[in-house]
């Protein structure tokens, strides 16, 4: 959409085809999960994706933020 003047307005447009794209990453917040059997806790980060196109939302845990982890989550 032209602005004053005919110049663009400094936005980022993204227009997705479904399936096209997904976005992900860790959230900041950490969820606790215990052991059932010994009682010990973990705190277990988060990933949260979404689909570009139709804003579904994905949510998967990883005890590291490593990249093996990280991939494993999107997969």
Not at 19 to 25: D, H, I, K, S, V
Not at 51 to 67: G, R, V
């Amino acid at each position: 959409m032209p602005a004053r003047g005919g110049r663009l307005l400094p936005t980022m447009r993204q227009g997705p085809f479904g399936g096209e794209r997904a976005l992900a990453n860790y959230a900041g917040d950490t969820l606790e999960s215990m052991n059932g059997t010994t009682g010990e806790t973990r705190q277990a980060q988060t990933v949260v994706g979404v689909l570009a196109a139709s804003n579904e939302i994905y949510l998967d845990a990883t005890w590291t933020q490593t990249l093996p982890e990280g991939i494993g989550a999107q997969g």
